[in-house]
């Protein structure tokens, strides 16, 4: 089993600032099987990166996904209010595993 | 719209079982893969299983195998979930997610991404 690794636990920024998000795997992600999903309070986890790098449909281009191998980046380029969620990585280039997740939250 | 909507969780003693369904609307269901995500208290996200688009292919999580039983009527539109000899740890959110495609590999189905996911439902193991 593939185990995702994702880092900070939490990251706490102000509106227009960036954010980092890190997913590391315990080993190499077939094809850069990896996708990134948004969780807010209450609703479904929602779809943004898949391929490690390709938007879903609807998802604005603030949001930007990169990397290979074992070492992939979730990046949201001026933050919002509504940004505000927990962010899990995917792999499913094997039996799919899920990130433990990234709390963002805008002061 | 895609849309996903759970029915069936609720509180069951340990060995005890429920069945899960999941409605979709909005789409050619028959054509895409399905799974079951789920989230414990305090925890991640885990996958749980998968079928198939036809329905011919399940795979299973470890944690599940031999337990839980996944299934689906396209003709209703209708995913299922059978879990029996359910444990504490079993507790959870329930999902029921449409996979965007339906891959097999030598017959298994392979999970990929999922662009829609239902509310979930909550079962709890007590």
């Known amino acids: 089993e593939i185990v995702l690794t994702q880092s900070p636990g939490t990251l706490s920024l102000s509106p227009g600032e960036r954010a980092t998000l890190s997913c590391r795997a315990s080993q190499s992600v077939i094809s850069s099987y990896l996708a990134w999903y948004q969780r807010k309070p209450g609703q479904a986890p929602r779809l943004l990166i898949y391929?490690?790098?390709s938007r879903a449909i609807g998802i604005p281009d603030r949001f930007s996904g990169s990397g290979s191998g074992t070492d992939f980046t979730l990046t949201i380029r001026r933050l919002e209010p509504e940004d505000s969620a927990v962010y899990y990585c995917q792999q499913y280039g094997s039996s799919p595993t899920f990130g433990g997740g990234t709390k963002v939250e805008i002061k | 719209e895609v849309q996903l909507l759970e029915s069936g969780g609720g509180l069951v003693q340990p060995g005890g079982s429920l069945r899960l369904a999941c409605a979709a609307s909005g789409y050619t269901f028959s054509t895409y893969a399905m799974s079951w995500v789920r989230q414990a208290p305090g925890k991640g996200l885990e996958w749980v299983s998968a079928?198939?688009?036809?329905?011919?292919?399940?795979r299973y999580a470890d944690s599940v195998k031999g337990r839980f039983t996944m299934s689906r009527d396209n003709s209703k539109n209708m995913l299922y979930l059978q879990m029996n000899s359910l444990r504490d740890e079993d507790t959870a959110v329930y999902y029921c997610?449409?996979?965007?495609?339906?891959?097999?590999?030598?017959?298994?189905?392979?999970?990929?991404?999922?662009?829609?996911w239902g509310q979930g439902t909550l079962v709890t193991v007590s």
């Open positions: 997610a449409k996979d965007t495609q339906s891959l097999t590999f030598g017959g298994v189905i392979v999970p990929y991404y999922f662009d829609c």
């Open positions: 079928i198939s688009g036809p329905g011919g292919s399940t």
């Open positions: 391929g490690a790098s």
